[in-house]
């Protein structure tokens, strides 16, 4: 066992942490969740991206440790604002988490006032019928013939992509209109016509849902509620050089 | 009425999971252990490892 203090979030100071081993370091009205961990678990996980050729299993030990990760961090955002902290920060000890949140106080405090009362929902959109694979027989086609069809499969092909990129742009700006603060992920060939995650205010939560339902011409996939994990874009220090 | 399906993070959703606990929220430097065995390494293997996942 080799032990060391796993940090998750930083939060406001409350007197009740839902899972055993948590406890919070506390510093004028903020806190940070800790827990003391047996690092073995991290410094043997499979590193090597090769080796992840299939989809993750829920076996997995980086599964493991991540699903950990995020259900301490829902269980302080199920009755608290949170600032997440990236899996696998490992703090040398309770002087350093104080350290972090003193150091940062007004940085944090600031983050937690801004996402108080907000989720974070993730939406992604693609075309509801992207399409049939070209299964049409060219036999006995002129060359001609088979010139014009493919012209025109090409053109009917290249009017869908557009239609759908509209129609994902559309959802894009009304989503946004509900949301204190969009994310949107890089788009890649292969990726969705629209993969973003928005902050949204609880209030605002029912009209946001609603307009998910709105476009027909897209098949749109909502995950979440989500602790608000794609906005944070803070770089945060002890204050002391690490130790390589 | 479009498809809408709504994903319970705790059911669904593994590739969501792991990209937003490895590869958001706030990252802490100063005296973070990075002696460790690899776990600063193993840190950005895990980035390049989401992508390979989700090129998979």
């Known amino acids: 066992?080799?032990?060391?203090?796993?940090?998750?979030?930083?939060?406001?100071?409350?007197?009740?942490?839902?899972?055993?081993?948590?406890?919070?370091?506390?510093?004028?009205?903020?806190?940070?969740?800790?827990?003391?961990?047996?690092?073995?678990?991290f410094a043997e996980l499979e590193a090597n991206p090769t080796h992840w050729t299939e989809e993750p299993s829920e076996?997995?030990?980086?599964v493991k440790l991540a699903r950990r990760h995020d259900l301490v961090v829902r269980s302080v955002f199920e009755h608290h604002p949170v600032l997440p902290l990236?899996?696998?920060?490992?703090?040398?000890?309770?002087?350093?988490?104080?350290?972090?949140?003193?150091?940062?106080?007004?940085?944090?405090?600031?983050?937690?006032?801004?996402?108080?009362?907000?989720?974070?929902?993730?939406?992604r959109?693609?075309?509801?019928?992207?399409?049939?694979?070209?299964?049409?027989?060219?036999?006995?086609m002129s060359g001609a013939e088979y010139l014009t069809m493919r012209r025109d499969r090409l053109a009917a092909a290249a009017r869908v992509r557009r239609d759908g990129s509209t129609a994902a742009a559309a959802l894009d700006e009304a989503l946004t209109?509900?949301?204190?603060e969009t994310v949107h992920r890089p788009r890649k060939p292969s990726t969705p016509l629209l993969d973003a995650a928005y902050l949204v205010p609880a209030d605002a939560?029912?009209?946001?849902?609603?307009?998910?339902?709105?476009?027909?011409?897209?098949?749109?996939?909502?995950?979440?509620?989500?602790?608000?994990?794609?906005?944070?874009?803070?770089?945060?220090?002890s204050g002391e050089v690490a130790h390589v | 009425m479009s498809e809408v399906c709504l994903v319970?993070?705790?059911?669904?959703?593994?590739?969501?999971?792991?990209?937003r606990v490895i590869d958001r929220g706030a990252v802490v430097n100063g005296d973070v252990i990075i002696t460790l065995a690899g776990i600063d390494l193993i840190r950005l293997d895990l980035r390049l490892l989401l992508v390979a996942i989700e090129n998979a």
Do not use: Q
């Not at chain 1, 076996?59 to 980086?62: G, I």
């Not at chain 1, 350093?96 to 983050?111: F, K, M, P, Q, V």
């Not at chain 1, 209109?177 to 204190?180: L, S």
């Not at chain 1, 946001?208 to 803070?234: C, I, K, N």
């Open chain 2, 8 to 19: 319970s993070p705790s059911a669904a959703g593994l590739v969501d999971v792991l990209d």
């Open chain 1, 125 to 140: 959109a693609r075309l509801a019928h992207p399409g049939e694979p070209d299964t049409m027989s060219t036999e006995g």
């Open chain 1, 1 to 41: 066992m080799r032990p060391g203090l796993c940090a998750y979030v930083i939060t406001r100071e409350h007197m009740l942490v839902a899972l055993p081993g948590m406890r919070l370091v506390t510093h004028r009205g903020l806190a940070i969740v800790v827990a003391e961990v047996d690092l073995t678990p």
């Open chain 1, 205 to 237: 939560e029912a009209a946001f849902h609603a307009e998910t339902e709105r476009h027909d011409e897209l098949a749109v996939e909502v995950t979440g509620p989500w602790p608000p994990y794609s906005f944070v874009r803070l770089k945060l220090s």
């Open chain 1, 59 to 62: 076996d997995d030990p980086l």
């Open chain 1, 177 to 180: 209109r509900y949301a204190t």
């Open chain 1, 86 to 123: 990236r899996f696998g920060t490992i703090l040398r000890d309770e002087p350093a988490a104080l350290r972090l949140l003193t150091n940062h106080h007004h940085e944090a405090g600031a983050w937690l006032d801004r996402v108080a009362g907000h989720r974070e929902w993730g939406v």
